[in-house]
């Protein structure tokens, strides 16, 4: 893409190449990346762009407290990690020829505005082999010479109109970077298909009623001295809130990682099958490529994996927490990850675990199980999140040869660190890993 001469835009120029990237597909479930670009795109284009910091935008723009720590947190760090990866996707693939692009410098969180001429550079390839030399001229050329050669151009057109067809049209929307070819196998790539199951734990939600409603649902006695009484949204006077029990409320965390498996299929030109993990039994993932997301308090097929693997999640007792634990023969070897909370309660450090193990199928072709855990759904997302980043499977592959391993191992398991801010991970990065030496399936 060729870059025109910098010049001064103008202040409309800039907010509508912001808005673009604003309504793009790339950013719709990404709200604070949005609040970001338009904080530091707005104080760029009122002269203040000396003024941004990483605490400016942790407190003005993503609503950190005002004692907020950019040592102790570095989900700004991470916010601006993703939006430089989300400005080139959208300038690669959901808006090629858009003319004033946004950049984001490493190492800065300041922007920076620069304009291109996408239609020149295209017009001048194109124009390289599709000229030819003029032939010698021929006095009064018989009909059915000037009809050859006009059938020949046409099929020249045909043939060229076709290929570009095949090259731009039906290609996928995205192209998948290599190294997802390496970690997730035959889940990825044209004709993959995988089948994403999502477990859900057991609920007690509410819901107003104003006539008594069916059974198994149970009124709640004074709301108003409840916490959660705020939360409520009662229509109006006589209407009662009741509990019932739901097992089909998946975890935010979870659903988020499903919607991030489900993307990463899909840009490598695979199909999904989406299925609550409840409606079939384990059988039915045999010969298979799975993806299941779930922790074992909820997950039937995760607890049974979990429990013949390195790392597996279980309730802390002394402290009240889950952890992820390593199963080990010496006690005082294992290693444990426990959440931590801040002064308000409030967790702001979770884990995820990633179980990856290889099946051998019949006529050599094998299958690929993942299992993606954590210590509540932000640890599952963060864990995900890790897992679906080509930076992230960077650092797994970098981590493997520094242990001078060389080739992805057919059975591993990943315990991810993840800071939280509320239900959504702001970071993640590799804490520790084991490679098995058989698949947990089998034993």
Known sequence: MRTLPEHTLSSEEKQQAVELVLRSQVLARADQLRKFLRYICEMEDAGRADEITEYSIGTEALGRPRDYSPAADSGVRGRAHDLRQKLEQFYEVENPHA???????????????????????????????????????????????FFKRFG?????????????????????????????????GSMVGPGSDLLLCLATPPSLLIKSYQEPPRKNTFKLISPENNPWSSLLRLPGAGWQPYMYFSGESPLFGDAESAVLAAQVVAAGGGSVDFLPENTFRPAALRNRNVLLVGSPSYSTYAARILSNTPFTIRED??????????????????????????????????????????????????SRTVIVSGVTGAGTSAGMHFFASPNGLRTLRERLRQDRVTAVPPAYQLVIKGSRDRAVPLSWELAAYRIMQHSPALE
Do not use: H, M
């Not at 002394?318 to 409030?346: C, H, L, M, T, Y």
């Open 99 to 145: 003319k004033i692009r946004i950049g984001l410098r490493k190492g800065s969180y300041t922007p920076y505005f620069y304009e291109t001429n996408p239609a020149r550079e295209e017009a001048a390839s194109s124009s390289i082999s599709l000229v030819s030399p003029a032939p010698a001229p021929v006095l009064n050329p018989p009909a059915d010479s």
């Open 152 to 184: 020949l151009n046409l099929l020249l057109v045909a043939v060229i109109i076709g290929l570009c067809a095949r090259l731009f049209l039906f290609q996928p929307p995205n192209r998948l970077d290599p190294i997802f070819d390496e970690f997730w």
């Open 317 to 366: 007792s002394q402290i009240g927490e889950e952890v992820i634990q390593e199963r080990s023969s010496a006690p005082k070897n294992r290693q444990v990850f426990v959440p931590k909370r801040n002064e308000a309660g409030d967790l702001v450090l979770v884990y995820g675990l990633i179980t990856v193990f290889t099946n051998p199928g019949p006529s050599g072709r094998d």
